[in-house]
């Protein structure tokens, strides 16, 4: 696999270049991405925005493979991922966590199961698998809860058994699929400091994939715009937000300006 | 005892006496014998054929056009025969493999034959109930399609399959009786034989209470694990 020089993987772990994806069903045909260009660096948190249908979760979804574009290049820490075998994806995507909206948990196996699920499929030995995934337990804080079943649980907790899940194998890339959007405020808020502190504590590349304009904001560092399958803009979060160039990112702006306003107003203080 | 001669309840009196029921026993572990072994085959064949059919789908694991479309076309085929004719038809099978075209083991064949088709479509919408993002997830873990099968498709769904597997048992129970006719023995042979042909109804209940405590007992088993199972994980 080509790998490129030291510096270059850190400034460019993900590099997305002209990506393209059209999905076809009964005759009719979507483009849904139309030339990404993106570059993500090695640890930070990255957000992308878009409204429904922009094709966010696809293009994250490119990114593991579950989607395999029709044309263009992904490479995550140097490794080509639309070049690889079948045998050498199922290797990569153990390095590559995913988090979902809907969390899909397995609903056959309790908590310490779901979690230690992707090690049981690497054939790790019993004992390891057991240390590994009380100390996982232990950082999203479910350690009290490992018997439970996911039917018993509620959203928040499901979602740290998903976060758990993903990064049992120790990834270096999360990527997360509107991981807070079927969430309430409170516990949108409980799992993006999570998040967070996982990515200090880890070093972790998070992918934010969201429509949620105040979990970018309280979450990443840089974002880009999504529009109609095109990046439209890229940058810091505060300087898309101060100064939009796009139709999405101007009202994405501009709703987030009038909810400052708001809570401003409601509050007496900003938020 | 005939209804004919005998009023209703002398004759439903008649049909707990202790000489029908000596007569009835080894026909009850006859059926026993045949049910159980034919569903044995049908769950293990059911399920392959359930599984091949939800894996090749267009939207599933491992799409493939000819295979599925090829296979459906024979449940489809195997199904539309009624199960009398499916026995009649599987005579000459059983007298290759057993030597013998009659007896409760030529009638397994039959039973299977007319079962594992419909237990597998059971199966297969059983499997297609499951949500595609728990299949995304564990592809996203990095999970093989053999291990997405094995540890997740099938316990995921296993209270429905469970549930469908009852249906079928039944099915497979109201078969045994019509293979009686065929020489399979059973209840179905001694109902025919005795309250058919001989008109001793009492004999004619008793195997009737047979068939429903049976059939009673396999839905309230099914219905039981399944509801454990669905307990256990916190879904009901």
Redesign the interface.
Known sequence: MPVDKRDDVTDRYIQISDLHKTFHSHGSSLQVLKGINLTVRKGEIFGIIGFSGAGKSTLARCINRLETPDSGSIKVGGVDILSLSKKELLRERKKIGMIFQTFNLFESKNVYRNIAYPLEISGIPKAEIRRRVLETAELVGLSDKLDAYPGGLSGGQKQRVGIARALVNRPELLLSDEATSALDPQTTLQILDLLKEINRATGITILMITHELDAIRYTCERMAVLEDGKITEVGSVREIFSNPHSRTGALFAQVFTEFQQTMEMENGSGI | MSLLDTPLWEVIKGSFAPEIWVRLAPAILETLYMTALSSAIMLVFGLLLGILLTVTNPDGLVPMKILYAGSGWLINCLRSLPQMIMIILMIPVARLLFGKSYGTNACIIAIAASCIPMYARIVESSLLEI?K??I?????????NF?IIF??LL??T?PSLIRGFTVAVIAVISMTALAGMFGAGGIGDIAVRFGYQRFQHDVLFASVYVLIILVQLVQWIGNFTSKQILK????I
Do not use: D
């Open positions: 949500s993002g728990k995304e997830a564990a592809k996203s873990i990095g999970s093989t291990q540890r997740v316990p995921e296993l256990k994980r916190n879904l």
